[in-house]
């Protein structure tokens, strides 16, 4: 690792709960040592040196999908690298998807494919396949890479790392790391700016739900670029200010991009070329430009659109005002059922009247509640300014949002109840208790701040305590009245799953799992008896008071002793070629259920899967993705299957022969459906904040309400006659039933 006095350096500190971290262009900060953070010196940022021209002179790559099981594409990458490290670029920018899986084994062999004397110079960001099966909380990430955001200055540029993935999901969030983002960028002192993640923003891409507040946060700074990954194919757009390029995947060819700096009439330039290796390195490679990002000017002439939005029955008027260079004014209801994927949707194109440009879009179909409209301004050149307004649409729903209570981070775990008590962990590491009260109220109970929760908390059978995992490596179980700690259990690894308490003649069983590990807990935080579970799991064990069932990573379903934690016998839910494939096609985040017929169900991405207990035979599967969702077991027998794609169903859980079958919602992830036992109703709100009751009787699904914008991965909670909501806004609700 060199060193230039004349690279500008600054020192920063962590700062959020992803880790964003400054890194000096000295090499100075968390990560220098190796120790820290493992095999290598982690993001810690060499000094730049000058090309010949006097410029910036890098490389981009991503979703190099690297696979200790698949040695073409490991080939591929050493000859991409090789390439790379023989043009002697200033750095390489790596936007994430670095491995299949984010294994150590798939970073190890990743790492194996880069010559020693480029390694230090590589900085990465991770994409969803190192986070969305990652149970240990970015640790395995940090461990070989460093953090997961931070900054670098480099030849008179300010770079940024961006992490705006969520831990076991695959879309992505900034949330609370805004704030620290435009801290970072004021501290820039007005250099211009690129940012490289792994999700491309705006336009048709909807991965990152809150990508109108990033495009707000940034507004005010010199953002000139974004580098991006994802979606496997170059796609270049200009908007808001700044060019975005997203890459094609390294994994599927010998490609990288090539950026150079030239300076001409708009200053200085950076010039991005694709580069694809010969089909052997005897033939030469070839160079295509690509784009141009212009580093002192904005591209266009667009400027932040000024929109005003109000609801009619069954339409929505718009008024904005877009500038003189506008040319075209376009609006769309943002659609919120559209998770982590593509869109392009139909715009409506608004009418100039003055200066300003005027239309109404149809509001017919949408559910009462929380929406958002999307404006649009192209001028000439064909760039754009991307802005979103929030609306409200009237109706009548049969619900009616009581209260609210802003928790802070992202409530991604299921709400637990005892009583009239309602538990909520937060990201952030908050974990509230409130009282629910009548129809329409709730008193605070106690507020209690531990390590960051991803997963939700357990009850113990009398109420007593409640035990909160966490990724802090523990397990803490709080007074249910006071919030006091009653005991702290350290397991040694990120408590990525959620608790179940199970009941015995010599008092509670706890029973989680800590990434490889399951674990058996007295109620009084003794360890009973440990058990591996293969390659990691992160969904809930079941228990029929004889046996422990859990759902690993191997693509088993695994049964153990209760009483002394032996493996008894495990059950292979699907026969794909590979470790990659059995991980993600397996029961890996499956709430295992005990059904009353004794049988055990594990669901994964395919199918619901009943066992019998003694055995581990099959005895009956329904196709489908119920995995995310787990099944209720209803009052008259039957049990109600949610799949992923809002598909409700109830089967015999005798036979899995189908009662009925009809789609409820657009997409459930996580957040399951819940009975109200008081009228029978059966409550499901979609990943993207849709509430739809459902009559598991009659087999009618009613659309209730669009709840808020945020996306949301919490099974809610029925009290009395409140239905309790949390999502990844960070905001617990109470709702009137």
Same mark, same amino acid.
């Given at each position: 690792m060199s060193e230039d006095s004349?690279?500008?350096?600054?020192?920063?500190?962590?700062?959020?709960?992803?880790?964003?971290?400054?890194? &000096?262009?000295?090499?100075?900060?968390?990560?220098?040592?190796?120790?820290?953070?493992?095999?290598?010196?982690?993001?810690?940022?060499?000094?730049?040196?000058?090309?010949?021209?006097?410029?910036?002179?890098?490389?981009?790559?991503? $979703?190099?999908?690297?696979?200790?099981?698949?040695?073409?594409?490991?080939?591929?990458?050493?000859?991409?690298?090789?390439?790379?490290?023989?043009?002697?670029?200033?750095?390489?920018?790596?936007?994430?998807?670095?491995?299949?899986?984010?294994?150590?084994?798939?970073?190890?062999?990743?790492?194996?494919?880069?010559?020693?004397?480029?390694?230090?110079?590589?900085?990465?960001?991770?994409?969803?396949?190192?986070?969305?099966?990652?149970?240990?909380?970015?640790?395995?990430?940090?461990?070989?890479?460093?953090?997961? &955001?931070?900054?670098?200055?480099?030849?008179?540029v300010h770079f940024m790392a961006l992490d705006p993935t969520q831990a076991l999901?695959?879309?992505?969030?900034?949330?609370?790391?805004?704030?620290?983002?435009r801290d970072d960028l004021a501290e820039a002192a007005g250099i211009p700016s690129i940012m490289f993640l792994h999700y491309p923003l705006a336009g048709r891409n909807y991965f990152v739900n809150d990508t109108d507040e990033l495009l707000r946060t940034i507004e005010p700074f010199p953002v000139r670029g974004i580098f991006a990954g994802h979606i496997h194919r170059h796609e270049v757009d200009r908007f808001n200010g700044l060019t975005q390029v997203a890459s094609t995947a390294t994994r599927g060819g010998p490609f990288y991009l090539r950026v150079t700096e030239r300076r001409g009439d708009q200053g200085r330039v950076l010039v991005v070329e694709n580069v694809t290796l010969g089909a052997t390195d005897a033939e030469a490679a070839t160079a295509v430009l690509l784009t141009e990002i212009p580093l002192e000017v904005p591209p266009g002439g667009t400027v932040p659109i000024r929109g005003a939005v109000r609801a009619?029955?069954?339409?929505?008027?718009?008024?904005?005002?877009?500038?003189?260079?506008?040319?075209?004014?376009?609006?769309?209801?943002?659609?919120?059922?559209?998770?982590?994927?593509?869109?392009?949707?139909?715009?409506?194109?608004?009418e100039p009247r003055g200066s300003s440009w005027h239309g109404s879009?149809?509001?017919?179909?949408?559910?009462?509640?929380?929406?958002?409209?999307?404006?649009?301004?192209? $001028?000439?050149?064909?760039?754009?300014?991307?802005?979103?307004v929030p609306v409200a649409v009237d109706g009548s729903p049969r619900t009616r949002t009581a209260w609210e209570l802003r928790?802070?981070?992202?409530?991604?775990?299921?709400?637990?109840?005892?009583?009239?008590?309602?538990?909520?962990?937060?990201?952030?590491?908050?974990?509230?208790?409130?009282?629910?009260?009548?129809?329409?109220?709730?008193?605070?109970?106690?507020?209690?701040?531990?390590?960051?929760? !991803?997963?939700?908390?357990?009850?113990?059978?009398?109420?007593?305590?409640?035990?909160?995992?966490?990724?802090? !490596?523990?397990?803490?179980?709080?007074?249910?009245?006071t919030g006091v700690a009653a005991w702290t259990s350290d397991l040694g690894k990120p408590v990525m799953s959620t608790p179940l308490v199970v009941p015995a003649a010599d008092g509670d069983r706890?029973?989680?799992?800590?990434?490889?590990?399951?674990?058996?807990?007295?109620?009084?935080?003794?360890?009973?008896?440990?058990?591996?579970?293969?390659?990691?799991?992160?969904g809930r064990a079941a228990s029929d008071g004889a046996r422990v069932y859990v759902g690993a990573g191997d693509g088993r379903g695994y049964a153990y002793d209760l009483s002394s934690g032996a493996q008894l016998w495990s059950f292979l839910t699907n026969t794909r070629p590979d470790k990659y494939r059995q991980l993600i096609y397996g029961p890996w985040d499956d709430w295992v259920e005990v059904l009353s017929s004794g049988a055990v169900l594990f669901s994964t991405v395919t199918d619901a899967i009943a066992v019998d207990p003694v055995t581990g035979d099959e005895l009956w599967r329904v196709p489908g993705s119920h995995m995310f969702a787990p099944a209720v077991a209803l009052p008259d027998g039957g049990l109600l299957l949610t799949t992923e794609w809002g598909v409700v169903s109830?089967?015999?859980?005798?036979?899995?022969?189908?009662?009925? &079958?009809?789609?409820?919602?657009?997409?459930?992830?996580?957040?399951?459906?819940?009975? $109200?036992?008081?009228?029978?109703?059966?409550?499901?709100? &979609?990943?993207?904040?849709?509430?739809?009751?459902?009559?598991?009787?009659?087999?009618?699904?009613?659309?209730?309400?669009?709840?808020?914008?945020?996306?949301?991965?919490?099974?809610?909670?029925?009290?009395?006659?409140?239905?309790?909501?949390?999502?990844?806004?960070?905001?617990?609700?109470?709702?009137?039933?």
């Open positions: 004349s690279t500008e350096a600054r020192h920063r500190t962590p700062l959020s709960r992803r880790g964003f971290l400054g890194l &000096s262009a000295l090499g100075l900060g968390v990560g220098l040592g190796g120790a820290a953070w493992g095999p290598w010196p982690g993001a810690a940022v060499g000094a730049t040196t000058e090309t010949d021209a006097g410029g910036l002179r890098f490389v981009v790559v991503t $979703d190099t999908h690297a696979n200790e099981e698949e040695a073409a594409r490991l080939e591929n990458l050493r000859r991409v690298f090789a390439a790379v490290d023989a043009e002697q670029p200033q750095f390489v920018l790596h936007c994430g998807d670095i491995t299949d899986y984010g294994s150590d084994a798939g970073f190890a062999a990743y790492r194996d494919t880069i010559p020693p004397g480029l390694w230090d110079r590589v900085r990465h960001v991770p994409g969803n396949h190192e986070i969305r099966w990652d149970t240990s909380a970015r640790e395995r990430f940090q461990r070989w890479f460093g953090p997961t &955001s931070y900054s670098f200055d480099a030849g008179g999901q695959e879309p992505g969030l900034f949330g609370d790391d805004l704030a620290t983002l009619h029955p069954g339409r929505i008027d718009l008024t904005a005002v877009a500038g003189a260079a506008a040319v075209a004014v376009e609006a769309r209801v943002y659609p919120q059922s559209v998770f982590g994927t593509i869109d392009d949707g139909t715009w409506t194109p608004l879009l149809d509001a017919a179909a949408l559910a009462p509640g929380a929406h958002r409209v999307q404006l649009r301004a192209t $001028d000439a050149q064909g760039v754009r300014r991307h802005e979103t928790v802070g981070g992202q409530l991604q775990g299921a709400l637990a109840a005892s009583g009239s008590t309602v538990v909520a962990g937060s990201t952030s590491g908050r974990v509230v208790a409130v009282d629910i009260t009548g129809a329409s109220s709730y008193r605070p109970r106690w507020t209690v701040d531990l390590g960051p929760v !991803h997963r939700g908390a357990a009850f113990t059978t009398d109420g007593d305590l409640v035990v909160v995992p966490s990724a802090d !490596h523990r397990l803490t179980a709080l007074d249910a009245r706890i029973l989680v799992a800590a990434e490889d590990r399951l674990r058996c807990l007295d109620a009084r935080g003794k360890t009973l008896w440990e058990a591996d579970v293969p390659v990691r799991t992160a109830v089967v015999d859980p005798a036979t899995g022969a189908v009662r009925w &079958s009809t789609t409820a919602v657009p997409r459930v992830v996580n957040a399951g459906p819940v009975l $109200d036992p008081g009228t029978g109703a059966v409550w499901l709100v &979609s990943v993207g904040g849709l509430l739809a009751a459902i009559d598991p009787t009659a087999g009618t699904v009613a659309t209730d309400r669009q709840l808020f914008t945020a996306n949301t991965f919490s099974t809610p909670v029925v009290v009395g006659r409140q239905l309790v909501v949390a999502a990844q806004d960070g905001v617990l609700r109470g709702l009137s039933i």
